[in-house]
């Protein structure tokens, strides 16, 4: 199909917040909700939106991600508030497991003025960022090193991070899905981040909006087994009641 312009501005829209609910569409574009389910019907159809329910998002492939550097540009702005927010409540002198991630990266940097941090992690960008705070005894796990991200994952990691128990696991996360899943796309990734999850005294996941209703292959967690959520814009529903239901505490960081 050729989009009209209000579709195109749709399209447009949607790629700049990743999701985004049919009413907060129409309230954008002054229309009716019934106008802008059928946009999103015939954008559907022709394979350029994905729906669900009470909104959509861009298609995407529930196999692969998308390119680090594509993702290191993604709401770039989120990121950086969710990274203050949990910058914020990290207090000096603990220590720290935290996992691959665009967004757990921009924590490392929002993490540069702590004091007596002790940081273990299998992201050579965290670690890299975070050898800059001469304050910060940074540890990175052995293993093999992918080259699209820098992330280190394998056996040989799984084993060196189960030697800490450390306060806080900060995760990061490509998926999270209507049944409460928490998902990402790399096996070998997820059994690093369920081993930094299961030596930690509290866990600590960081996600904007775009990864609530975004498929992805592999199961990481569910809810339960978080701690916190720190993300940048109220989660749409059946969020709201989950995260209640398995008493995550949920922290939408504001611009």
């Given at each position: 199909?050729?989009?009209n ?27 009716t ?13 022709a ?26 540009a993604?709401?770039?702005?989120g ?126 996941m ?6 609530f ?12 087994q978080?701690?916190?959520l ?26």
């Amino acid at each position: 199909m050729t989009p009209n312009p209000r579709q195109s501005e749709l399209l447009s829209e949607v790629k700049a917040r990743g999701s985004v609910s049919v009413e907060a569409l129409a309230e954008r574009f002054g229309v009716t909700l019934q106008t802008v389910r059928r946009d999103v019907k015939l954008l559907a159809e022709a394979g350029l939106l994905a729906r669900f329910h009470g909104g959509v998002r861009l298609p995407g492939s529930t196999t692969e991600n998308i390119a680090y550097r594509q993702r290191e540009a993604l709401h770039a702005d989120g990121k950086q508030r969710i990274a203050r927010a949990i910058a914020a409540q990290v207090p000096n002198g603990c220590s720290l497991l935290i996992n691959l991630g665009t967004t757990t990266e921009a924590v490392a940097r929002a993490l540069l003025e702590h004091q007596g941090l002790r940081v273990i992690t299998n992201n050579l960008n965290v670690a890299s960022i975070l050898a800059g705070n001469p304050d910060c005894e940074v540890i990175v796990a052995g293993g093999l090193v992918r080259h699209r991200d820098r992330g280190i994952v394998g056996e040989a990691t799984l084993d060196f991070i189960r030697q800490f128990r450390v306060d806080i696991g900060l995760i990061g996360i490509s998926g999270i899905e209507p049944d409460g899943s928490l998902r990402d796309f790399d096996y070998r990734e997820v059994k690093v981040s369920r081993v930094i999850m299961a030596q930690s005294r509290e866990v600590w996941m960081a996600a904007d909006h775009s990864k609530f209703n975004r498929p992805a292959m592999v199961e990481l967690a569910r809810f339960a087994q978080l701690d916190r959520l720190f993300t940048d814009a109220e989660p749409p529903a059946p969020f709201p009641a989950l995260l209640a239901e398995a008493g995550v505490q949920c922290e939408v960081a504001q611009p």
